[in-house]
Protein backbone atom coordinates (compact mmCIF):
# COMPACT_ATOMS: atom_id res chain seq x y z
CA UNK A 1 0.00 0.00 0.00
CA UNK A 2 2.84 2.51 1.06
CA UNK A 3 4.69 1.28 -1.21
CA UNK A 4 2.01 2.21 -4.32
CA UNK A 5 1.44 5.50 -2.61
CA UNK A 6 5.23 6.44 -3.00
CA UNK A 7 5.45 5.48 -6.43
CA UNK A 8 2.11 7.84 -7.21
CA UNK A 9 3.61 10.61 -4.78
CA UNK A 10 7.19 10.25 -7.21
CA UNK A 11 4.88 10.07 -10.57
CA UNK A 12 2.68 13.30 -9.46
CA UNK A 13 6.27 15.02 -8.66
CA UNK A 14 7.95 14.79 -11.62
CA UNK A 15 4.77 15.89 -13.88
CA UNK A 16 4.77 18.85 -11.85
CA UNK A 17 8.36 19.23 -12.39
CA UNK A 18 7.26 18.54 -16.11
CA UNK A 19 4.74 21.27 -15.82
CA UNK A 20 6.06 23.96 -13.60
CA UNK A 21 9.81 23.87 -14.89
CA UNK A 22 11.69 23.71 -18.46
CA UNK A 23 14.24 21.19 -17.72
CA UNK A 24 14.85 20.83 -21.09
CA UNK A 25 16.54 24.90 -21.17
CA UNK A 26 18.78 25.11 -18.12
CA UNK A 27 18.49 28.62 -16.79
CA UNK A 28 15.41 30.12 -18.10
CA UNK A 29 13.54 31.37 -15.35
CA UNK A 30 10.19 32.08 -17.34
CA UNK A 31 9.80 36.06 -17.02
CA UNK A 32 10.62 36.47 -20.37
CA UNK A 33 6.95 35.22 -20.44
CA UNK A 34 6.04 38.72 -18.58
CA UNK A 35 4.54 40.87 -21.85
CA UNK A 36 3.03 38.08 -22.56
CA UNK A 37 0.52 37.93 -19.39
CA UNK A 38 0.32 41.71 -19.42
CA UNK A 39 -0.92 41.40 -23.15
CA UNK A 40 -3.67 38.69 -22.00
CA UNK A 41 -4.82 41.06 -19.57
CA UNK A 42 -4.62 44.04 -21.29
CA UNK A 43 -6.75 42.70 -24.25
CA UNK A 44 -9.24 41.32 -21.55
CA UNK A 45 -9.92 44.40 -19.74
CA UNK A 46 -9.61 46.60 -23.39
CA UNK A 47 -8.78 49.96 -24.17
CA UNK A 48 -10.53 53.33 -23.40
CA UNK A 49 -9.23 56.65 -25.10
CA UNK A 50 -11.14 59.61 -25.67
CA UNK A 51 -10.81 61.95 -28.74
CA UNK A 52 -12.02 66.05 -28.50
CA UNK A 53 -12.42 66.96 -32.22
CA UNK A 54 -12.35 71.40 -31.98
CA UNK A 55 -13.59 73.74 -35.23
CA UNK A 56 -16.06 75.25 -36.87
CA UNK A 57 -18.61 73.98 -38.35
CA UNK A 58 -18.97 72.12 -41.31
CA UNK A 59 -14.79 71.85 -41.44
CA UNK A 60 -15.56 68.18 -41.74
CA UNK A 61 -15.16 67.32 -37.95
CA UNK A 62 -17.93 64.50 -38.11
CA UNK A 63 -17.29 63.07 -41.14
CA UNK A 64 -13.19 62.37 -40.75
CA UNK A 65 -14.15 60.35 -37.45
CA UNK A 66 -16.73 58.36 -38.93
CA UNK A 67 -14.30 57.77 -41.67
CA UNK A 68 -11.32 57.09 -39.29
CA UNK A 69 -13.07 54.47 -36.72
CA UNK A 70 -15.50 53.14 -39.89
CA UNK A 71 -18.61 54.37 -37.12
CA UNK A 72 -21.65 56.27 -38.00
CA UNK A 73 -21.68 58.41 -34.61
CA UNK A 74 -23.57 61.58 -36.08
CA UNK A 75 -26.54 59.52 -37.24
CA UNK A 76 -29.00 62.00 -35.61
CA UNK A 77 -27.40 64.77 -35.41
CA UNK A 78 -29.12 68.17 -35.99
CA UNK A 79 -27.77 70.67 -37.59
CA UNK A 80 -29.12 74.45 -36.74
CA UNK A 81 -30.05 76.69 -38.93
CA UNK A 82 -27.63 80.41 -38.77
CA UNK A 83 -30.17 82.12 -36.51
CA UNK A 84 -30.10 79.46 -34.04
CA UNK A 85 -26.27 79.17 -34.49
CA UNK A 86 -26.12 83.27 -33.67
CA UNK A 87 -27.67 82.61 -30.23
CA UNK A 88 -26.28 79.23 -29.48
CA UNK A 89 -22.82 79.18 -27.23
CA UNK A 90 -20.40 75.96 -27.04
CA UNK A 91 -21.67 72.98 -25.87
CA UNK A 92 -19.84 69.40 -25.99
CA UNK A 93 -21.41 66.67 -26.66
CA UNK A 94 -19.78 63.36 -26.02
CA UNK A 95 -20.66 60.01 -27.69
CA UNK A 96 -18.94 56.72 -27.20
CA UNK A 97 -18.36 53.59 -29.56
CA UNK A 98 -17.27 50.03 -28.66
CA UNK A 99 -14.94 48.81 -31.40
CA UNK A 100 -14.19 45.67 -31.83
CA UNK A 101 -11.45 43.98 -34.00
CA UNK A 102 -9.43 40.82 -33.71
CA UNK A 103 -10.68 40.58 -30.49
CA UNK A 104 -9.26 44.05 -28.94
CA UNK A 105 -11.77 46.36 -27.72
CA UNK A 106 -11.86 49.81 -27.97
CA UNK A 107 -14.22 52.12 -25.98
CA UNK A 108 -13.62 55.32 -28.08
CA UNK A 109 -15.42 58.10 -26.63
CA UNK A 110 -15.35 61.22 -29.05
CA UNK A 111 -16.09 64.93 -27.69
CA UNK A 112 -17.63 67.01 -30.18
CA UNK A 113 -17.58 71.14 -29.76
CA UNK A 114 -20.69 72.39 -32.03
CA UNK A 115 -20.93 75.57 -31.54
CA UNK A 116 -17.01 76.65 -31.76
CA UNK A 117 -16.30 79.80 -33.70
CA UNK A 118 -19.98 80.02 -34.66
CA UNK A 119 -20.92 82.97 -32.68
CA UNK A 120 -20.40 86.78 -33.97
CA UNK A 121 -18.23 87.41 -31.00
CA UNK A 122 -16.27 84.30 -30.53
CA UNK A 123 -14.19 85.59 -27.24
CA UNK A 124 -15.54 83.01 -25.25
CA UNK A 125 -15.81 79.85 -27.59
CA UNK A 126 -12.81 77.83 -25.45
CA UNK A 127 -14.32 78.45 -22.30
CA UNK A 128 -16.52 75.60 -22.06
CA UNK A 129 -14.04 73.66 -23.46
CA UNK A 130 -11.62 74.34 -21.26
CA UNK A 131 -14.28 73.63 -18.36
CA UNK A 132 -14.64 70.44 -19.75
CA UNK A 133 -11.28 69.20 -19.71
CA UNK A 134 -10.88 70.57 -16.19
CA UNK A 135 -14.17 68.82 -14.73
CA UNK A 136 -12.39 65.26 -16.47
CA UNK A 137 -9.13 65.86 -14.76
CA UNK A 138 -11.36 66.94 -11.41
CA UNK A 139 -13.33 63.30 -12.06
CA UNK A 140 -10.54 61.24 -11.74
CA UNK A 141 -8.80 63.09 -9.50
CA UNK A 142 -11.53 62.37 -7.23
CA UNK A 143 -12.27 58.48 -8.05
CA UNK A 144 -8.39 58.29 -7.67
CA UNK A 145 -8.58 59.22 -4.19
CA UNK A 146 -12.23 57.34 -3.75
CA UNK A 147 -12.30 53.65 -2.27
CA UNK A 148 -13.40 51.70 -5.21
CA UNK A 149 -9.89 52.88 -7.09
CA UNK A 150 -10.32 49.57 -9.45
CA UNK A 151 -12.88 50.48 -11.84
CA UNK A 152 -12.19 54.18 -12.51
CA UNK A 153 -13.34 54.83 -16.01
CA UNK A 154 -10.81 57.39 -17.53
CA UNK A 155 -13.05 60.06 -19.64
CA UNK A 156 -10.00 62.47 -19.37
CA UNK A 157 -9.33 63.74 -23.14
CA UNK A 158 -6.32 62.08 -24.44
CA UNK A 159 -6.08 63.62 -27.86
CA UNK A 160 -7.50 67.28 -29.49
CA UNK A 161 -7.95 67.59 -33.35
CA UNK A 162 -7.79 71.00 -33.83
CA UNK A 163 -9.13 71.66 -37.37
CA UNK A 164 -7.43 74.57 -39.71
CA UNK A 165 -9.67 75.72 -42.65
CA UNK A 166 -7.96 75.60 -45.49
CA UNK A 167 -9.58 79.03 -47.14
CA UNK A 168 -7.19 81.37 -45.20
CA UNK A 169 -3.62 82.26 -45.30
CA UNK A 170 -2.70 80.85 -42.12
CA UNK A 171 -4.39 80.27 -38.64
CA UNK A 172 -6.81 82.90 -37.56
CA UNK A 173 -6.77 84.39 -34.07
CA UNK A 174 -9.25 82.07 -32.62
CA UNK A 175 -7.13 79.15 -33.71
CA UNK A 176 -3.98 80.91 -32.13
CA UNK A 177 -5.66 81.84 -29.15
CA UNK A 178 -7.36 78.46 -28.49
CA UNK A 179 -4.33 76.99 -28.66
CA UNK A 180 -2.41 78.95 -26.16
CA UNK A 181 -4.98 78.65 -23.68
CA UNK A 182 -5.23 74.38 -24.19
CA UNK A 183 -1.73 73.31 -24.85
CA UNK A 184 -0.81 72.79 -20.99
CA UNK A 185 -3.99 70.61 -20.61
CA UNK A 186 -4.29 68.43 -23.81
CA UNK A 187 -2.28 67.12 -26.66
CA UNK A 188 -3.12 68.99 -29.45
CA UNK A 189 -3.12 67.63 -32.90
CA UNK A 190 -3.23 70.28 -35.49
CA UNK A 191 -5.46 69.04 -38.87
CA UNK A 192 -6.11 71.58 -41.75
CA UNK A 193 -9.70 70.13 -43.01
CA UNK A 194 -10.90 69.88 -46.35
CA UNK A 195 -7.40 69.66 -48.35
CA UNK A 196 -9.26 68.29 -51.20
CA UNK A 197 -10.03 72.36 -51.86
CA UNK A 198 -5.82 72.87 -52.37
CA UNK A 199 -3.64 72.24 -54.69
CA UNK A 200 0.01 70.44 -53.64
CA UNK A 201 1.77 73.56 -53.46
CA UNK A 202 -1.28 75.20 -51.96
CA UNK A 203 -1.10 72.58 -49.11
CA UNK A 204 2.94 72.63 -48.57
CA UNK A 205 3.12 76.55 -48.15
CA UNK A 206 -0.61 76.18 -45.71
CA UNK A 207 1.57 73.81 -43.40
CA UNK A 208 4.84 76.04 -43.84
CA UNK A 209 2.50 78.80 -42.44
CA UNK A 210 0.94 77.00 -39.73
CA UNK A 211 3.84 75.95 -38.32
CA UNK A 212 5.79 78.89 -38.37
CA UNK A 213 2.68 80.95 -37.11
CA UNK A 214 2.72 77.64 -34.05
CA UNK A 215 6.61 77.79 -33.46
CA UNK A 216 6.49 82.10 -32.95
CA UNK A 217 3.32 81.59 -30.89
CA UNK A 218 4.86 79.63 -28.36
CA UNK A 219 2.22 76.83 -29.41
CA UNK A 220 2.70 73.52 -27.63
CA UNK A 221 1.59 70.89 -29.81
CA UNK A 222 2.01 67.36 -29.05
CA UNK A 223 5.26 66.52 -30.00
CA UNK A 224 5.90 62.69 -31.21
CA UNK A 225 8.78 61.01 -29.47
CA UNK A 226 11.80 60.55 -31.29
CA UNK A 227 12.56 56.71 -32.19
CA UNK A 228 15.45 54.83 -29.84
CA UNK A 229 18.09 53.76 -31.86
CA UNK A 230 17.01 50.01 -31.34
CA UNK A 231 13.93 50.86 -33.34
CA UNK A 232 14.12 49.26 -36.60
CA UNK A 233 14.50 51.57 -39.60
CA UNK A 234 10.95 50.97 -41.13
CA UNK A 235 9.28 52.52 -37.62
CA UNK A 236 11.93 54.90 -37.69
CA UNK A 237 11.48 56.20 -41.40
CA UNK A 238 7.41 56.18 -40.14
CA UNK A 239 7.89 58.18 -37.26
CA UNK A 240 9.97 60.84 -39.76
CA UNK A 241 7.20 60.58 -42.40
CA UNK A 242 4.79 61.19 -39.64
CA UNK A 243 6.64 64.19 -38.13
CA UNK A 244 7.05 66.00 -41.55
CA UNK A 245 3.41 65.69 -42.51
CA UNK A 246 2.41 67.99 -39.22
CA UNK A 247 -0.10 69.73 -39.42
CA UNK A 248 -2.07 66.93 -41.33
CA UNK A 249 -3.73 67.86 -44.06
CA UNK A 250 -6.85 65.37 -44.58
CA UNK A 251 -10.32 64.56 -46.15
CA UNK A 252 -12.97 62.66 -44.91
CA UNK A 253 -15.73 60.54 -46.44
CA UNK A 254 -18.24 57.89 -46.31
CA UNK A 255 -18.92 56.47 -49.45
CA UNK A 256 -17.57 53.74 -51.15
CA UNK A 257 -16.85 54.43 -54.98
CA UNK A 258 -15.49 52.22 -57.18
CA UNK A 259 -12.25 53.15 -58.94
CA UNK A 260 -10.56 51.10 -61.10
CA UNK A 261 -12.18 47.60 -59.92
CA UNK A 262 -11.41 48.45 -56.07
CA UNK A 263 -13.71 49.51 -53.56
CA UNK A 264 -12.47 52.64 -51.49
CA UNK A 265 -13.68 55.69 -49.59
CA UNK A 266 -13.82 58.65 -51.27
CA UNK A 267 -15.43 61.69 -52.95
CA UNK A 268 -16.64 61.80 -56.29
CA UNK A 269 -15.60 65.10 -58.16
CA UNK A 270 -16.88 65.90 -61.83
CA UNK A 271 -12.95 65.89 -62.85
CA UNK A 272 -12.15 62.42 -60.61
CA UNK A 273 -12.34 60.87 -56.91
CA UNK A 274 -10.47 61.83 -53.89
CA UNK A 275 -9.36 58.53 -52.22
CA UNK A 276 -9.57 59.28 -48.65
CA UNK A 277 -6.72 56.60 -47.87
CA UNK A 278 -4.39 57.22 -50.60
CA UNK A 279 -1.62 58.75 -48.88
CA UNK A 280 -1.09 60.71 -52.21
CA UNK A 281 -3.94 62.21 -52.25
CA UNK A 282 -4.48 63.53 -48.83
CA UNK A 283 -2.89 62.53 -45.11
CA UNK A 284 -5.86 60.78 -43.54
CA UNK A 285 -3.59 57.48 -42.96
CA UNK A 286 -0.82 59.35 -41.56
CA UNK A 287 -3.20 60.80 -39.29
CA UNK A 288 -4.90 57.58 -38.57
CA UNK A 289 -1.29 55.86 -38.14
CA UNK A 290 -0.06 58.80 -35.59
CA UNK A 291 -3.30 57.93 -33.57
CA UNK A 292 -3.15 54.52 -33.38
CA UNK A 293 0.74 53.88 -32.90
CA UNK A 294 0.89 56.20 -30.31
CA UNK A 295 -2.01 55.59 -28.70
CA UNK A 296 -0.57 54.59 -25.40
CA UNK A 297 1.87 57.87 -26.21
CA UNK A 298 -0.93 60.37 -26.47
CA UNK A 299 -2.50 58.54 -23.22
CA UNK A 300 0.93 58.70 -21.37
CA UNK A 301 1.88 62.26 -22.02
CA UNK A 302 -2.06 63.09 -20.58
CA UNK A 303 -1.19 61.07 -17.44
CA UNK A 304 2.19 62.19 -16.55
CA UNK A 305 2.14 66.03 -17.72
CA UNK A 306 -1.20 67.29 -18.68
CA UNK A 307 -2.69 65.52 -15.65
CA UNK A 308 0.13 65.92 -12.99
CA UNK A 309 0.27 69.55 -13.54
CA UNK A 310 -3.79 69.86 -12.71
CA UNK A 311 -3.21 67.40 -10.13
CA UNK A 312 -0.05 69.24 -8.72
CA UNK A 313 -2.42 72.83 -8.87
CA UNK A 314 -5.11 71.13 -6.96
CA UNK A 315 -2.97 69.77 -4.27
CA UNK A 316 -1.34 72.77 -4.11
CA UNK A 317 -4.18 75.49 -3.27
CA UNK A 318 -3.39 78.60 -3.57
CA UNK A 319 -0.16 78.36 -5.31
CA UNK A 320 0.37 80.42 -8.58
CA UNK A 321 -1.71 79.37 -11.51
CA UNK A 322 1.27 78.11 -13.63
CA UNK A 323 2.48 74.90 -14.59
CA UNK A 324 4.00 72.62 -11.83
CA UNK A 325 7.08 70.49 -12.97
CA UNK A 326 6.30 67.04 -12.14
CA UNK A 327 9.75 65.32 -11.46
CA UNK A 328 8.76 61.68 -11.25
CA UNK A 329 7.17 61.90 -14.63
CA UNK A 330 10.48 63.92 -16.19
CA UNK A 331 12.26 60.74 -14.90
CA UNK A 332 10.14 57.99 -15.93
CA UNK A 333 10.30 59.81 -19.73
CA UNK A 334 13.65 59.51 -19.37
CA UNK A 335 14.28 63.02 -19.18
CA UNK A 336 17.52 64.60 -17.63
CA UNK A 337 17.70 68.37 -17.61
CA UNK A 338 16.04 69.42 -14.26
CA UNK A 339 14.29 71.37 -13.67
CA UNK A 340 12.27 72.33 -16.69
CA UNK A 341 9.01 74.07 -17.12
CA UNK A 342 6.58 72.56 -19.02
CA UNK A 343 6.70 74.05 -21.90
CA UNK A 344 10.36 72.99 -21.96
CA UNK A 345 9.64 69.34 -20.91
CA UNK A 346 6.98 68.97 -24.02
CA UNK A 347 9.36 70.74 -26.25
CA UNK A 348 12.65 68.36 -25.04
CA UNK A 349 10.21 65.37 -26.04
CA UNK A 350 10.57 66.18 -29.53
CA UNK A 351 11.37 68.38 -32.33
CA UNK A 352 7.57 70.02 -33.56
CA UNK A 353 6.67 71.30 -29.81
P1 LIG B 1 -18.68 69.37 -39.08
O1 LIG B 1 -19.76 70.35 -38.86
O2 LIG B 1 -17.34 69.98 -38.86
O3 LIG B 1 -18.87 68.10 -38.30
O4 LIG B 1 -18.70 68.99 -40.64
P2 LIG B 1 -19.39 67.76 -41.40
O5 LIG B 1 -18.60 66.52 -41.22
O6 LIG B 1 -20.83 67.70 -41.04
O7 LIG B 1 -19.21 68.21 -42.92
C1 LIG B 1 -19.76 69.40 -43.44
C2 LIG B 1 -19.84 69.32 -44.96
O8 LIG B 1 -18.54 69.21 -45.52
C3 LIG B 1 -20.62 68.10 -45.47
O9 LIG B 1 -21.34 68.49 -46.61
C4 LIG B 1 -19.54 67.11 -45.84
O10 LIG B 1 -19.94 66.22 -46.86
C5 LIG B 1 -18.44 68.04 -46.32
N1 LIG B 1 -17.11 67.47 -46.10
C6 LIG B 1 -16.71 66.68 -45.07
N2 LIG B 1 -15.42 66.35 -45.21
C7 LIG B 1 -14.99 66.94 -46.36
C8 LIG B 1 -13.73 66.96 -47.04
O11 LIG B 1 -12.73 66.37 -46.62
N3 LIG B 1 -13.65 67.69 -48.20
C9 LIG B 1 -14.73 68.36 -48.70
N4 LIG B 1 -14.56 69.03 -49.84
N5 LIG B 1 -15.93 68.36 -48.08
C10 LIG B 1 -16.07 67.67 -46.92
Redesign the pocket.
Known amino acids: MLGCCQTRRSEMSSESVKTFSSLETPGYVGFANLPNQVHRKSVKKGFEFTLMVV ?10 VDSLFLTDL ?1 SERV ?1 PDAVEKAKQTVKLDASTVEIEERGVKLRLTVV ?1 TPGYGDAIDNHDSFRAIIQYIDDQFERYLRDESGLNRRNIVDNRIHCCFY ?1 ISPFGHSLKPLDIEFMKQLHNKVNIVPVI ?5 LTKKEVLRLKKKIMEEIEANGIKIYPLPDCDSDEDDDYKEQVRQLKEAVPFA ?4 NTLLEVKGRKVRG ?1 QYPWGVIEVENPEHCDFIKLRTMLITHMQDLQEVTQEVHYENYRSERLAKGAPKKPLVSIICLKFRGLSQLPLTMGQKLKSRGSQG
Not at 55 to 64: A, F, I
Not at 250 to 253: E, F, L, Q, R
Open positions: GESGLGKSTLYIDFAKADCVCGAR
